[in-house]
Structures are given as C-alpha cells and as structure tokens.
C-alpha cells in the first residue's frame, strides 16, 4: 500500500508561514533568536476578570489583621475559586506574599 504521508507533510509545511499570518492581533512578545527576530502573537482573549488577579490584601481585608480569610472572599472572586493553589502553606489564609505569587 503506497502512503501519501511525505506529501501531506510538504503542503503543511508550505501552508503553516500563511496560516500563521492570518492570526488577529493580540498582545504580542518579540524577542531575538539565533535564526532572526521572532514575534508571538496570543490568540487567547484577554480574562474579564483579569483585574482580580491583582488584588491585595488591603483590596479585601474586612477584619484589618493583613492576612485575607476565606470568609473575606466574595464568592464570585477569582481568588475564591483558586483558594487552594494561593494559600500554599495551607494555614487557612492569604498573604500579599501569596497574592504575589498568583499569576
């Protein structure tokens, strides 16, 4: 049985450079590789809610002890879903230390 598979690889190989050109703009990164300039370019929409990512504890702070609790979170918060990959000492509650590492 005779394989068409070299010729698939060819014609996608040909039409990546022009599939790549027909991206939308969105937030984009340049750097310098050994080949010559290379620019990404993300597709991903930007998070509606990317504004709660940059909280602190002030933001949240109800009781004034610098730290956040769970029952400070409104339900709705990011930091509500995420609860548990912020708070990695496990203690119960949130740092700006932790905040810092939120991304």
């Known amino acids: 049985m005779k394989t068409h598979a070299p010729l698939l690889c060819l014609a996608l190989l040909a039409t ?25 370019v993300s597709v991903q929409p930007p998070l509606p809610n990317a504004s709660e990512y940059a909280v602190k504890v002030a933001d949240l702070d109800a009781n004034g002890d610098r730290r956040l ?21 496990r203690d119960g509650f949130v740092t700006d230390e932790e905040l810092a590492n939120w991304k």
């Not at 790549?20 to 290379?38: D, I, K, L, Y």
């Not at 918060?77 to 609860?83: G, I, K, P, S, V």
């Open 16 to 40: 990546g450079p022009a599939l790549a050109q027909n991206v939308e703009s969105g937030p984009q990164t340049r750097f310098e590789a050994r080949t010559g300039p290379v620019t990404v």
């Open 69 to 89: 609790s769970r029952a400070e979170v409104p339900d709705d918060h990011a930091l509500h879903y995420e609860w548990k990959l912020v708070d990695r000492n």
